[in-house]
């Protein structure tokens, strides 16, 4: 069957979750990088859609082509290890620890944050000719977007804190859903429809992603937005990162792992070989994947 039940696609999140902070920081930073420059790649092209056709639902609809590309090639988001390698952790994988779990995060945002300024630097290029010409529509855009969401909030202080955070919460409710996507299917058919639905409710609302911010962002600055690096840490990047290890570790990790993983019916080693369903410690004490 093309379709995994809950507790066993929950027992694939926890066991990437795991293999994740064992990754060597070559790997890490690589598959990172990659990460990031695709999926800002495609919010480029998003934009670029909405602005050309005036429709943004056309450019929500377009976007996950992105997520999908990367998820399927295997590279890794800091918005998808937020709600992964905590399962790890808590469910006591041998080996695992706090230092472990913030390691990754630590080299995953590094890795993302370079994909999305080199992506942020060479569309800044292409859009005005070597920093020759106006930027056009297009850049326009994205520097109404960066002033937008960081003086935007700003000017309503700690309610506009909480209202970028909380939709840092939504997104990461919604893109980690798509990182659970990957998983439920073993057909690429199975797996991208299980992406996109999630990952275009996301982009179609406006909530926040740390990633896509971390070309936003940048590209708003070089063409012209009137906001500060200041102003895009600590009105934009730092409460959406916040809100979406929220969202992604409570709304989808914590409760698919707390009603699935941890009341699954137990199996024995010798019918998880035979379906060749990973197994895990809480099922079967000491055992590793």
Not at 94 to 104: E, H
Not at 110 to 127: C, H, K, P, Q, R
Not at 200 to 228: K, R, W
Request: aromatic share 12%.
């Amino acid at each position: 069957m093309s379709y995994l039940i809950p507790s066993d696609f929950v027992s694939k999140m926890v066991d990437a979750g795991e293999s994740k902070i064992f990754m060597s920081t070559r790997d890490t930073l690589i598959r990172a990088y990659m990460a990031g420059a695709i999926l800002t790649l495609a919010a480029a092209f998003a934009v670029t859609v909405s602005v050309q056709t005036g429709s943004a639902l056309l450019g929500a609809v377009l976007f996950p082509v992105g997520f999908c590309m990367l998820y399927l090639l295997g590279f890794d988001l800091l918005t998808g290890v937020f709600m992964l390698t905590p399962l790890a952790l808590l469910d006591k994988r041998l080996g695992v620890t706090v230092g472990g779990v913030l390691r990754n995060w630590w080299l995953v945002f590094v890795g993302n944050f370079a994909g999305a300024l080199t992506v942020a630097v060479m569309m800044s290029f292409i859009l005005t000719y070597g920093f020759s010409t106006d930027p056009g529509a297009v850049g326009a855009k994205l520097a109404s977007i960066g002033e937008a969401r960081t003086l935007g909030y700003a000017e309503y202080g700690a309610a506009g804190w909480a209202t970028i955070f909380l939709r840092g919460v939504l997104c990461n409710w919604m893109v980690s859903l798509g990182v659970v996507g990957a998983m439920v299917s073993t057909t690429v058919s199975g797996k991208v429809i299980a992406m996109w639905m999630p990952i275009m409710v996301f982009f179609f609302m406006g909530f926040e992603h740390s990633v896509v911010n971390m070309f936003l962002f940048p590209s708003a600055l070089i063409m012209g937005g009137d906001f500060s690096v200041a102003d895009y840490f600590l009105w934009n990047e730092i409460p959406t990162a916040l809100g979406n290890l929220v969202g992604g570790l409570t709304l989808t990790g914590l409760t698919l792992y707390s009603t699935h993983y941890r009341t699954a019916p137990k199996r024995t080693p010798a019918e998880v070989n035979d379906k060749n369903i990973p197994s895990s410690p809480a099922r079967i004490e000491g055992a590793t994947a």
